[in-house]
């Protein structure tokens, strides 16, 4: 794993391991979540990939990102001290623990299921929250969706470090259903070489408030710098453009 992450860390120009940047500058700190991030032919990609590159320039910085699994981004962003980490869905479990920076979308929470399915399983298309409660549901480890299924009594939960491990699991009958916020499991079925068709959705149990957010510790004066740079690109067009490139998923969720 040390190795992994050091590789996946070059293809950023970082070093190997994650340290707090140096005069309090963000590192920003993250996991292969399309259409928010990921590794295309060995080069990241993604909305956030972009909008971070687009603002380190205006700041006048090289981009200082780095990949790990969900959970541990998440856990180094709040314990540390000028970690940033998206796309982080602001609840109240994490309202205190965290500087929320920038919103980045709002997106609906649906469960995922295979369109050929065993004879005697349950269509996850038409099934009732009773039904999908009696189901193995699958979820990135370390996600608030953890809290929005036991506030519904899920019981079997089960966790895996990505989508892809997910979606893999899902095919091999070692999953019934996934829940996942709609972009990031479109974008992961389509990336992670899936086809849609394949794929049906079922209930919307709630959504998310996605941000781009900060350890406690960063500094009022580093917190405007990176809005700032986000309001200018909000002005001359950007952020419109990068929108209208990555949430296509916006027309096929209607």
Request: glycine content about 8%; aromatic content about 12%; proline content about 4%.
């Amino acid at each position: 794993m040390r190795k992994f992450i050091f590789l996946l860390a070059l293809l950023f120009n970082l070093p190997g391991q994650a340290q707090p940047a140096a005069d309090g500058q963000i590192k920003w700190v993250s996991a292969e979540l399309p259409p928010y991030l990921w590794l295309q032919q060995n080069a990241p990609q993604g909305y956030v990939h972009e909008l971070i590159t687009a603002m380190s320039a205006q700041l006048g910085r090289k981009p200082n990102l780095s990949i790990y699994p969900w959970a541990r981004a998440v856990k180094m962003t709040k314990d540390g001290e000028t970690y940033g980490v998206f796309p982080l869905d602001r609840t109240a479990e994490r309202e205190t623990s965290f500087k929320w920076l920038i919103h980045l979308t709002s997106t609906p929470n649906r469960f995922f299921g295979k369109r050929t399915m065993a004879t005697g399983s349950i269509n996850i298309e038409i099934a009732s929250l009773k039904q999908l409660r009696g189901l193995r549901v699958g979820i990135v480890r370390g996600s608030s969706l953890e809290q929005e299924l036991h506030a519904q009594n899920f019981r079997n939960i089960r966790f895996e470090k990505d989508y892809q491990s997910l979606l893999k699991l899902l095919q091999l009958g070692g999953l019934d259903a996934i829940y996942s916020g709609y972009p990031v499991m479109v974008s992961a079925i389509e990336e992670f070489g899936y086809r849609l068709e394949d794929f049906t959705t079922g209930l919307t149990m709630g959504g998310a408030e996605l941000y781009m957010a900060s350890s406690l510790g960063v500094s009022e004066e580093e917190e405007r710098a990176w809005r700032r740079a986000y309001e200018n690109l909000q002005k001359d067009g950007t952020v419109q453009k990068l929108q209208k490139k990555y949430f296509s998923w916006e027309q096929k969720s209607r």
